[in-house]
């Protein structure tokens, strides 16, 4: 069921175009009420005179006619007296509830300012409160008692033009850990961005729930818990749900439906993308997608090091989904550049909980033992640091202050430029700060991290940016691409490809303030190139199912992507030659 060319319509409306192609009219069945709490069709005082005689609507608005600029100045302003940001989360996903175009407008007005607020840090302290500041619900909740029932489920949801379904079961939400029901505000978060810097459209994304239930005793004896109120099911159950959701989406929307795993634990992980990525289009962002903006990160500091990859010993402090996932992608880029398989998993070390990853010692799982090497055995990543001499180090275990100051002077102490990546997300749980890293290396250390950190000005003056390696560089622009040629299955080699150009299109002037990434108010321009990239590579290696392929690339993603202005609910008027309305009447 491959999508084809043309505009999808939703379940709210459809799209009418003349013959003299003059305009766009859309047109809903829905009148008075139903349109103005409709946040597909809802425009607030910027439907006409005319939309609102013919939509019902007149006298249910205020009798004034402002356009979305206005719009979008009134939110500005009201969300500038929010007091904190979870305030301002609230205000956003309540404007989202009732106006969606809008909502959209103010996230690409400003990207950098709100991305942090609608996603990480802040969807993670608004996962945390779910419960206190449950408004209305969003996406499709499921859960463990619904076994043989989810495709009757997925029945409910009303657009039957589903592109892109993000899911989650709670189980390890961000560096929170399980967070149960709660952590729906992640599918919902990253939906928003698939849209507000991929340009996919909003109707054609579903967030999904999995409840199984939650290990978190906090959460099961508060009293606004909105989940199951049991310990988390696992085993032959657990894997029947899946295996029932992954058939019911696909027999529904198509094999061509992207289903993004997101916040699963490490024990299922793996295990399912192993289990699905071959049969389902489907990734997972956790693994893959940090993989991705990890390594165009490390590609872009390339540039600065005037190194290459295979050049480099890599240390990560954690050896979980994000971990394995960035190892695996860099070992593929070492591969790339002449070595061989096993020379490029030796320059690689992994530290846990349990200190350096090294062989003979006890209880590894499979993908740990990839990276275990002939080594001593050491706990701390102190004295891994000082004794390997890595020219980079990479966080990924959510211990905020891993990364001593000690740890950072060697790092500075071995390498003229220290690769110094503290990706753990939210903003509490970054090994580092970008200051720190800044300020002991005196400016040499080349840092990213997971969340946002501001600007820091050096004693000299100079002002850097810090890198943010954020997954939004990489999951909308592979969703659109992605979905744009209808590949029915995600391989690393997309994700390797889409570090290499996210990495491209770093200039010389991002490096020198810092940046490792693009501007993030240049997100959609990433996402439009990035889908671009992704369809020719798909069909240059026979991957695409959408066929004949299409000559002009840029123009068929052009026409997928969203867009924020409103839509015209006039109907299209005419009238007939005169004659031919004359009414005929006789004498009775």
């Not at 390797?496 to 501007?519: F, N, Q």
């Not at 959609?524 to 069909?539: G, N, Q, W």
């Not at 002009?552 to 409103?566: F, G, N, P, Q």
Request: glycine share 8%; proline share 5%; charged share 25%.
């Amino acid at each position: 069921m491959a999508h084809g060319l043309v505009r999808r319509e939703s379940v709210e409306t459809e799209m009418h175009t003349p013959e003299d192609q003059s305009k766009t009219f859309v047109y809903t069945k829905k009148r008075g009420y139903d349109v103005t709490r409709n946040p597909h069709l809802n425009k607030g005082m910027a439907f006409s005179l005319e939309e609102r005689l013919q939509l019902g609507i007149h006298g249910l608005l205020p009798p004034c006619f402002i356009s979305q600029d206005v719009q979008l100045l009134r939110v500005l302003k009201n969300y500038e007296m929010k007091k904190d940001d979870l305030d301002r989360y609230v205000f956003l996903m309540g404007l989202q509830d009732r106006n969606e175009k809008l909502f959209y407008r103010v996230l690409t007005s400003d990207t950098e300012r709100f991305m942090p607020i609608v996603y990480t840090p802040t969807v993670g302290l608004a996962c945390q409160q779910y419960g206190l500041t449950f408004r209305r619900p969003r996406g499709l909740f499921l859960t463990i008692h619904d076994r043989g029932h989810v495709s009757t489920l997925l029945q409910s949801w009303p657009e039957k033009d589903i592109r892109a379904v993000c899911v989650t079961d709670g189980e390890r939400i961000l560096g929170l850990g399980d967070l149960g029901c709660y952590g729906m505000g992640i599918p919902v978060g990253k939906l928003a961005l698939y849209t507000a810097c991929g340009g996919m459209p909003p109707q054609q994304c579903l967030p999904v729930m999995l409840d199984v239930g939650t290990d978190n005793e906090g959460l099961l004896k508060d009293p606004l818990y909105i989940g199951l109120r049991h310990k988390r099911v696992r085993g032959q159950a657990y894997d029947d749900l899946l295996d029932e959701f992954m058939k019911a989406v696909t027999d529904r929307y198509g094999m061509d439906c992207l289903i993004q795993f997101e916040d699963f634990a490490n024990v299922n992980a793996f295990r399912l993308l192993t289990k699905y990525r071959n049969k389902y289009c489907t990734f997972n962002d956790d693994i893959q997608g940090t993989a991705a903006v990890a390594v165009a990160g490390l590609l872009a500091s390339l540039r600065v090091t005037k190194s290459k990859m295979c050049d480099h010993t890599i240390v990560f402090q954690g050896a979980g989904e994000a971990a394995m996932g960035i190892a695996e992608l860099i070992a593929m880029a070492m591969e790339k550049e002449g070595l061989s398989k096993e020379e490029c998993l030796k320059k690689i070390w992994m530290v846990d909980s349990k200190g350096l990853i090294v062989k003979g010692r006890d209880h590894l799982t499979h993908e740990k033992e990839r990276f275990a090497h002939e080594h001593p055995q050491m706990k701390k990543l102190e004295e891994v640091v000082q004794h390997l001499k890595p020219t980079a180090i990479i966080g990924v275990a959510a211990i905020a202050g891993a990364f001593t100051e000690q740890i950072i002077r060697d790092m500075a102490s071995f390498n003229e430029r220290p690769i110094i990546f503290a990706l753990s997300n939210p903003t509490s749980k970054a090994e580092c700060t970008a200051e720190q890293c800044y300020t002991i290396t005196e400016g040499r250390g080349i840092f990213a991290s997971g969340s946002p950190f501001d600007p820091v000005t050096l004693p000299d003056g100079k002002k850097l940016y810090p890198g943010q390696g954020n997954n939004a560089y990489v999951f909308p622009g592979v969703g659109l691409g992605v979905t744009a040629c209808a590949l029915r299955h995600v391989s690393d080699e997309i994700f390797l490809t889409t570090a290499e150009a996210i990495a491209d299109m770093v200039t010389e002037e991002d490096l020198a303030e810092g940046r490792l990434y693009p501007p993030l108010n240049s997100i959609r321009d990433v996402s439009f190139k990035l889908a671009v990239k992704i369809m020719e590579y798909a069909y240059e290696h026979k991957m695409a199912t959408l066929h004949p392929e299409p000559a002009d690339k840029e123009a068929l993603v052009r026409s997928l992507i969203y867009s924020t202005d409103y839509d015209d609910f006039s109907v299209d008027s005419y009238r007939w030659p005169e004659s031919t309305m004359a009414i005929q009447s006789c004498k009775l």
